[in-house]
């Protein structure tokens, strides 16, 4: 038994070991996307002032609770500023993410196919491309994986402790707890009348306190109209409704998320067509509710408002419908056990190759929904090399986000300079890339055809140009 139970652990040590080799590898990229404000520019500020706790300046404050600048903050007061301190303080969080998909694996398929899910889960691009940044979404999927395994198995102390990360991370954070409390509400109301003062109170108090707290010192809950990032939240039109209605419908296809839906939809008509509905088809009643809740709370939000539909938005969504297909292929009586891995290890490998997927240049895209972003860094340092080189001054030029920020917030390297805002008619030099989704197609055909092109790196799935006037 204990020779048996050594062959089933041995690939959790396999993931677990890979986790750590991953960041070794990425240990060293800097901050990139919403991570440079809500990871580095929050963790500069609490360093600055000896991690004394008081609101974030206006101009970096989007309303969440600043837990992940709080804690790198924290890492560097110990270990020193530095981006390599940085990515490992998020390993802690990968590995709860391995060791809860796992045990959830084994309540949900069973213990030799739990391993499955992992590679499931992991090799879902949207939660590479977050694997890769100093994230609070990879602390979302943390804490959201640990309540649902104490969900499954009605752990208090877990379920406890899972919620209060979830309030603490982020207001959707907050959203996802909310969703828990829903669910129970639907499928088990004993565990809430017995249980909840002692589950879900801590998160809401310590979410309630953070809440007044802002308002007190702020006079704002979750955005105002000063804020730079006021424009997400403005109520969108039936027009644009319909657009986000689309938008979130291309989130579940994208990335190769369309061969789970397929399966899906090959497994419900085999299922009806077939007399033992119950083998054939298996469902968590639980968790379907969850993620029922979570659709329809988490999609409101994307629907009403203008610009609140990146993928990283759905990633509570997305591991819980991963949970779901798992259990229905590990599951499946219907089908042959080598045919299901077949099907589980074709969707892993599609996932796996899916972070090599670019939408051509013109279409915005999500660049940290996936680890096609990693060759950019490279590139950047590049770009900054030749400007070094050459004595441009990046206070001469125009760039777009996420490189319109200083060198220190982007790469701890000290450099408080920071390149200017892209605009044709002011700059002397324009340094762009496919990564930046505000320079639009017809932007770069003007630069080619009306300015000198003087650098330019390629590198995979990633392109950098720098043009004079």
Request: positive net charge.
């Amino acid at each position: 038994m204990t020779r048996a139970l050594t062959r089933l652990e041995a690939p959790l040590a396999f993931f677990l070991l890979a986790a750590a080799g991953f960041v070794w590898l990425i240990q060293n990229d800097p901050f990139f996307w919403d991570t440079i404000q809500l990871a580095s520019k929050h963790a500069h500020f609490f360093y600055g002032r000896q991690l004394q706790w008081a609101p974030l300046p206006a101009e970096i404050d989007s309303g969440h609770p600043p837990l992940i600048g709080y804690y790198v903050a924290s890492l560097w007061v110990l270990f020193g500023k530095t981006l390599p301190v940085s990515h490992w303080g998020m390993l802690p969080f990968l590995w709860l993410i391995i060791w809860m998909t796992y045990r959830i694996g084994k309540k949900t398929g069973g213990s030799e196919w739990a391993f499955w899910l992992v590679a499931l889960v992991l090799l879902d691009p949207v939660m590479l491309g977050q694997s890769a940044l100093v994230s609070p979404d990879l602390m979302l999927a943390a804490f959201f994986l640990c309540c649902i395994d104490a969900f499954l198995g009605r752990h208090n102390v877990q379920f406890c402790l899972g919620l209060v990360g979830l309030c603490l991370v982020s207001m959707r954070g907050m959203m996802c707890a909310a969703t828990f409390f829903a669910t129970f509400f639907w499928v088990d109301r004993r565990y809430l009348w017995q249980h909840a003062w002692k589950t879900f109170l801590p998160g809401i108090i310590l979410a309630t306190i953070f809440l007044f707290w802002h308002w007190h010192a702020t006079g704002w809950i979750g955005y105002h109209a000063g804020s730079p990032w006021a424009p997400a939240f403005q109520p969108a039109g039936i027009s644009g409704m319909l657009r986000n209605i689309a938008i979130i419908v291309w989130r579940w296809l994208d990335f190769g998320r369309f061969s789970e839906w397929m399966c899906a939809g090959v497994m419900l008509w085999m299922a009806s067509k077939s007399r033992q509905h119950a083998t054939a088809f298996p469902l968590s009643r639980s968790l379907t509710v969850l993620f029922v809740c979570l659709l329809v709370l988490l999609d409101i939000s994307a629907v009403r408002y203008h610009n609140l539909s990146a993928h990283r938005y759905f990633l509570p969504l997305f591991l819980t419908f991963h949970i779901l297909f798992f259990q229905w292929i590990a599951r499946n009586n219907y089908w042959e056990e080598k045919t299901r891995k077949w099907i589980l290890a074709g969707i892993c490998t599609l996932f796996a190759c899916s972070n090599f997927q670019v939408y051509p240049h013109g279409i915005s895209m999500d660049w940290d929904a996936t680890l096609a972003h990693l060759p950019y860094h490279e590139i950047r340092a590049k770009g900054l090399e030749f400007l070094k080189e050459k004595h441009i001054p990046v206070s001469e030029t125009g760039t777009a986000f996420p490189n319109i920020n200083t060198g220190e917030d982007i790469a701890l390297d000290g450099n408080e300079d920071s390149f200017e805002p892209l605009d044709t008619a002011k700059n002397r030099f324009v340094f762009i890339s496919n990564v930046f989704n505000d320079v639009s197609k017809e932007e770069r055909v003007y630069l080619q055809q009306h300015w000198k092109l003087i650098w330019s790196r390629r590198s995979a799935t990633v392109w950098g140009e720098i043009y004079q006037k």
